[in-house]
């Protein structure tokens, strides 16, 4: 059990500080760059502030019904378990439930049991709330899922009907591998029922269901090697299963890869319902239900760009708004950003997560930092 510093912002200065507060001592991670949320520009009336730090690798979140918040890693291997006893808006205590897993990117709370995806399985923790000192060990759900690492990270989530999405991501930067690869499965919480949702989608690190439809929208990566302005990363519309969204044969609304022989036409396909910046890596998105957000915000749906690794010029490292009208995309727009300074970012937000008071919680595995962003109408005479 680790304790965590409660700053509401952080400066790392490039040595490892202590921080006394009442009854606690707090030690803080070297940092080659200062954290500087001063830097991050958001909207009139919002502001950021720091819900947990020393959360090494933090990415993808889930929140139980008790609010407690489980974060999975890739690189790290861990999972985590955070809590706010006194409701005061930052995390005061970190549990590293779980070490020396294959990427347990993806983390999903049921009934009591935290579900945790490696690359090739998905296994569940029971009763873990009164276990988070001592979990024990899980309870393998399903392992029939590939074990190729190329992409084998795995976000997941309940859907509305009950059943547990879990993307099989493609094993390369362009091939045509067959199912289940490159596509989104979904199966009963016991792991029985599995089956293909939808094909043609390269790697899904985030996706939601509509608060009034109930449909699934789903962001994709799209591939390299194409140049620094094809093809873009996708946001993509699946009211129903059986849909093509066009991996490996096609990217975007209208360009065909030149690597790989087609055996879909286009009109076979499904075109993204909105394309985002090339390279951005978007990956998690939430549709924001909240109250604390002003009106516009309702049902709009919120990404986290992870950013660019091999772009000329670095794209992303900022959260983006798409803004929908009748079901429909009609806006793309930065809703944060400051991640990246100068060409070089310090932080790289990964997943998104409404909390019940409406508030937004943004995960970065680069800073290991929970951000929390807020809004007020008293914030807008503010100057921050």
């Not at 912002?9 to 006394?20: C, P, Q, R, T, Y």
């Not at 347990?104 to 709330?129: M, T």
């Not at 209208?254 to 087609?262: E, K, S, T, Y």
């Not at 390279?279 to 909240?290: C, P, Q, S």
């Amino acid at each position: 059990m680790i304790p965590m510093n409660r700053l509401s912002a952080l400066f790392f200065k490039g040595a490892a500080i202590s921080v006394l507060l009442p009854g606690l001592l707090f030690m803080t991670t070297t940092c080659s760059r200062a954290v500087q949320l001063e830097g991050i520009r958001l909207p009139p009336g919002f502001r950021i502030d720091i819900y947990a730090e020393n959360v090494p690798g933090a990415r993808s979140m889930t929140l139980s019904p008790n609010h407690t918040l489980f974060v999975g890693t890739r690189d790290q291997g861990k999972v985590y378990a955070l809590l706010d006893r006194n409701r005061d808006n930052q995390a005061e205590t970190i549990f590293t439930i779980a070490s020396g897993l294959n990427m347990p990117n993806g983390v999903a709370f049921r009934d009591g049991s935290l579900f945790v995806a490696e690359v090739n399985r998905v296994f569940r923790f029971k009763e873990i709330e009164a276990r988070l000192e001592d979990p024990g060990k899980p309870l393998v759900v399903n392992a029939d899922l590939p074990d190729d690492r190329h992409h084998g990270w795995k976000f997941i989530r309940f859907g509305p009907d009950g059943l547990l999405y879990v993307p099989v991501g493609a094993p390369c930067n362009i091939c045509d591998a067959g199912d289940p690869y490159a596509a989104l499965l979904r199966m009963r919480p016991d792991g029985t029922g599995l089956e293909i949702y939808a094909r043609g989608i390269r790697n899904t690190v985030g996706f939601d269901w509509h608060p009034r439809t109930g449909e699934l929208w789903f962001t994709d990566n799209g591939r390299d090697r194409l140049g620094d302005n094809r093809p873009p990363d996708e946001l993509n519309h699946a009211p129903r299963p059986g849909m093509h969204f066009g991996y490996p044969y096609w990217h975007g609304k209208d360009i065909p890869d030149p690597d790989i022989d087609r055996k879909l036409e286009l009109s076979e396909t499904t075109l993204p319902a909105q394309e985002l910046g090339p390279h951005v890596a978007a990956l998690g998105m939430r549709f924001y239900e909240g109250e604390m957000f002003p009106a516009e915000y309702r049902d709009q749906i919120f990404i986290a760009e992870h950013g660019s690794w091999n772009r000329t010029v670095p794209i992303g490292y900022r959260l983006t708004l798409v803004r929908l009208r009748d079901n429909r995309p009609v806006g793309y727009e930065v809703f944060a950003e400051g991640w990246l300074k100068d060409g070089s970012a310090w932080g790289r937000p990964v997943d998104l997560l409404v909390m019940p008071d409406g508030a937004m919680l943004v995960s970065d595995d680069k800073a290991g930092i929970i951000y929390r962003i807020s809004y007020s109408k008293e914030s807008l005479i503010v100057d921050r």
